[in-house]
């Protein structure tokens, strides 16, 4: 009579049903388990698969790692076929995959072939011992190095133990175990994996973010500077301190921008960097639909869209350039609220001139508008429009030049000899 296992001693009631699982099916499972455990077991496997990681601060956007599959897959490795198959039947029934290795070598075959989520491990084998398989695992140079495994033996010395523990074994389960203990023990370690997983995507995804933030720094960064060089080269005035700088025909805007900004401040935490955001979203704006260049007017901001000779004057780039002003500072001001003031806006033609400044102290000290007829005309329309409430004035002279596809006609205000005429977008003015 061949002789019996420790295990196979103590549990003689269970050896006619343990059977191997077919070769290439779906997990061995006991057809006669009755109904009422089947809850129990559906727990244990939602405990196994729920996420322990959430309470690391991963972020809940952070898809799911693959660390542990819906079916965890468990890769036993043991000699002896009785210990095996009772093992894969234990584990089977709490709903793992399972597959197995008859010594270190094979399972380390099968490892390669398909990564599982856990191995249990037997340390006394031929050939390969489980030290030696735990040694060859984690010198593995692929992410099956971080496998977890969990070694069977019934060489319980603390000695033996500090063998296991030292070649890279995970947890260390002493022979005869009862089905509860392995369980347990593959549910624990496949929990703390996961956790283990969570902790460091959630530490590599806050390093990509940050990363990413700086890229999107530095690329905005970078689109400034290029901007700015084009424009240079563009609108390029090699001009001395006190020299003038004369253009014969060009659109004139003119918003009330830093007045807008004064109303909004004393409901902002921090009216510094609102005017600089809101100088920010103007500038760009501007300079997107061709401004050639900036000038601080007392509360206004002009931009100036200057003709080449010969050029036909058109309202085309600078109305463009006014609606995503507004767009940008309805966004920044939060003008898009209602009962809110929008910034008020002016449009006309004629001739612009400006001139050098220099600042003995600190250098350069810009370009400055010179006083002259069109300057004056379009802050007055910029004043009107405040008055009236609208959010673009042009004088007749603009509109006669403007696209008919870009903007409608309003209502019209004479105040002093001046004629103005207010602009809406053509989905404003259907409403």
């Known amino acids: 009579m061949p002789r019996r296992s420790p295990v196979q001693a103590r549990q003689p009631h269970r050896l006619p049903r343990l059977r191997r699982p077919p070769p290439r099916r779906r997990p061995h499972r006991r057809p006669s388990r009755p109904a009422a455990a089947r809850p129990r077991l559906r727990r244990n496997r939602a405990d196994l698969l729920q996420p322990a990681g959430r309470a690391a601060g991963v972020s809940s956007s952070l898809p799911p790692l693959p660390i542990i599959a819906a079916v965890p897959f468990v890769l036993l490795i043991d000699d002896d076929p009785h210990q095996r198959a009772l093992a894969a039947l234990v584990l089977s029934s709490e709903g793992h995959e399972i597959r197995e290795a008859s010594d ?110 700086r890229q999107r720094e530095l690329l905005a960064s970078r689109y400034e500077d290029r901007l700015l060089q084009e424009l240079n080269s563009k609108w390029n005035l090699d001009m001395q301190a006190g020299q003038e700088a004369a253009f014969p025909d060009a659109v ?24 600089r955001r809101a100088h920010e979203a103007a500038r760009d704006a501007l300079y997107l639909f061709g401004a050639a260049h900036l000038l601080h007017q007392g509360p206004d901001l002009v931009a100036l869209f200057p003709f080449a000779a010969g050029e036909a004057p058109t309202l085309g780039n600078p109305l463009r350039a006014a609606f995503a002003m507004q767009a940008a500072m309805a966004h920044v001001l939060g003008g898009d609220t209602p009962g809110a003031q929008p910034v008020a ?31 004056h005309r379009v802050q007055s329309l910029r004043a009107l429009a405040r008055e009236q409430g609208w959010a673009l004035a042009v004088s007749p002279d603009a509109l006669a030049v403007m696209p008919e596809s870009l903007a409608v006609a309003g209502r019209e205000a004479t105040v002093d000899a001046l004629r103005a005429v207010e602009l809406l977008r053509p989905a404003v003015a259907g409403r």
């Open 104 to 213: 270190g070598t094979e399972g380390l075959k099968l490892a390669r072939g398909k990564r599982p989520d856990l191995i249990v491990c037997d340390v006394v084998m031929p050939g390969m011992n489980g030290y030696q398989f735990v040694t060859a695992l984690r010198a593995e140079p692929s992410a099956l190095c971080t496998t977890p495994v969990i070694l069977l033996t019934s060489l319980s010395e603390r000695a033996q133990v500090r063998v296991g523990m030292n070649s890279g074994a995970d947890d260390y389960l002493p022979k005869p175990f009862r089905p509860e203990e392995l369980t347990e023990a593959v549910s624990s370690l496949l929990r703390r994996r996961q956790a283990q997983y969570e902790v460091i995507a959630g530490k590599v995804k806050r390093d990509v973010d940050t990363a990413l933030a």
């Open 345 to 375: 806006m002016a449009l006309d033609l004629g001739g612009f001139s400006m001139v050098r400044l220099q600042d003995p102290l600190h250098g350069d000290g810009g370009f400055a508008a010179v006083p002259g007829p069109t300057l």
């Open 252 to 275: 004139v805007l003119a918003a009330d921008l830093f007045e807008a900004v004064g109303r909004a401040a004393p409901a902002h935490a921090d009216p510094a960097a609102l005017l």
